[in-house]
Each structure stands twice: as C-alpha cells, then as structure tokens.
C-alpha cells in the first residue's frame, strides 16, 4: 500500500513538473510582450539591465505612441469588419456545403469532399498571385472588401471538412421526423442540425477568427494605404522602417492585439474541445 502510495506520489509530482514547464513555454512569450512594452527607452536599449524584469519604473508611453502617433484604433477596427464578416461567410458556405456532402446522396460526394480539404493544403504563398488576380479584376485592390473576398479560401475548406465530420455524428432520425413533418432541407439545417452541431460552429468560428486575425500575406500583397491595413500589418508595416524597430510600441501592439483571441478562446474553450473531438476523432 505504501509502494502505491508513492508511485502515485511520484506520478502527479512529475506530472506537475511537466505541466509548469509547459504553462513556462507557452506563457513566456506573452509575458516578454508585455514587459518589453512596459519599459522605457533607456532600460530597454540597455543590454546590462535585467531582461526580465522592470527595474527603472513603468512607462506607457509606448501605448500612448501608438494610440496618438499610428491608426492603431483604424487597424484594429479594420481586422475586426474583415473577422466578423469571414466568419459569418465561412459558418454560411461551409454548413452548406457540409451538410450536403455527409446528407445528400450523389455521385461523386467523397472525391468532393477530399477535394474541398485538399483546397485547404494548398499553401497560401502559391495562391495569393492569382488572388490578386481575381482582386484586380473585380477592382477591389488596396479594399477591406478585398480581404475579405480572399480570406475564406482559406478558411471555408478546412470548416467545411471540419463539420462533415460533425454532421455525420449527428443522428439522422432528427432530421427524418422534421422532414416528414414537412420541413425543408434548409429548416432543417437552421433548426436542428446547426444548434446540435453548436460545438462545431463554434470551433469554426475560433478557427476562422484566428487565422484571420493574424493573416499577414494577403493584406502585405493586396493593402497599401495606412488606414486601409488590419492590425497584423500595420504594427509591423508603421513600427518597423529600415533599420529602425520600435520595439515598445511594437511590443505594445502585441499586446493588445491578443486580446480579442484570448477572449474569443476563453469564451468558446468548452466549446472548441467539444467540437474537435466530435469533428476530427468520431466516426
């Protein structure tokens, strides 16, 4: 009983070292953002002063630089319109398309299927080109609608395939009842499989929302003008010139851009876990 005791003792301490190593490697960049913003000028540029600590007192000027002398305000309203839109574009096309490729009977479905998540691996540095292709033809360059017309390729196939998985967890005799009481397709998807499917949708739209957040290829090739950038450009693009970096500020947009995921990763984590298990591990 003692031996057991132990072992077990053992176990969780170990399993406790293991856990804060890894909080330590996933919490320290965040940390480093944050600290970096909070320095002044001359602490910051002193490679004798501790990196890791505060010792000349805390400054916001570098969040004040950003909010009186950028269009940080303008970068984070842009990245927000692009996000929202992307996400309700994504969560419409790819319910859709979900739903008739693990429902609908054809020829074809599963080549289809395949085909839409190997849409998802293609590398977006082979697609921007003809991307902008497709832009300047609907004469939508240097646009937020631009971006926005761009973005779901590479969201749309990857929640597509994603809720397929979902959807087929689902069972069948939900919608067969609705369908004899004279529902249509459509009432059917809105009605019952999208609110039994919720863990799903809302591990698209973190899914969505984070890589649109933080897509910096596009917008770098497609946006010009200052106040028509997303954050993810703009801190670098404004904050970065030549040679010159200005890491507080640079640190500062950082930091305040995380936000809105850790929010949406808080609000939709209980969801998030659902959803992936469901849609990836299922079936």
């Keep these: 009983m003692g031996y057991k005791f132990r072992k077990r003792v053992r176990g969780r301490i170990v399993s406790y070292i293991l856990l804060f190593a890894f909080l330590l490697f996933l919490l320290f960049p965040i940390y480093w953002m944050i600290i970096t913003s909070l320095k002044q000028n001359k602490e910051l540029y002193n490679f004798e002063m501790n990196p890791l600590l505060v010792t000349q007192g805390i400054t916001l000027r570098h969040y004040s630089y950003l909010f009186e002398r950028t269009n940080f305000m303008v970068w984070m309203r842009n990245s927000i319109i ?18 008739s490729l693990s429902r609908l009977r054809f020829k074809g479905r599963w080549t289809m299927a395949l085909a839409v998540f190997a849409a998802y691996l ?44 979902y959807f087929r967890n689902i069972p069948s005799s939900l919608e067969e009842s609705a369908l004899v009481d004279g529902a249509t397709r459509l009432q059917v998807l809105w009605r019952i499989v999208l609110p039994v499917a919720l863990p799903g949708v809302a591990t698209v739209t973190i899914f969505s929302f984070t890589l649109s957040w933080a897509q910096f290829l596009f917008p770098s ?63």
């Design 82 to 99: 692009i996000c929202l839109t992307v996400i309700v574009f994504t969560i419409v096309v790819s319910s859709l398309a979900a739903y």
């Design 122 to 165: 293609v590398p977006p540095t082979l697609l921007f080109i003809p991307l902008y292709r497709i832009v300047v033809l609907l004469d939508l360059p240097d646009t937020i609608l631009g971006l926005i017309v761009t973005y779901p390729s590479f969201t749309v196939p990857f929640s597509t395939w994603l809720l397929i998985g």
């Design 221 to 283: 090739a497609f946006i010009s003008s200052s106040i028509k950038k997303p954050l993810a450009v703009g801190v670098v693009s404004e904050l970065i010139r030549g040679d010159i970096f200005h890491w507080g500020s640079l640190m500062a947009g950082a930091s305040l851009g995380i936000i809105p995921v850790l929010l949406i990763y808080v609000f939709f984590s209980r969801f998030f876990i659902r959803g992936i298990m469901a849609g990836s591990l299922k079936g």
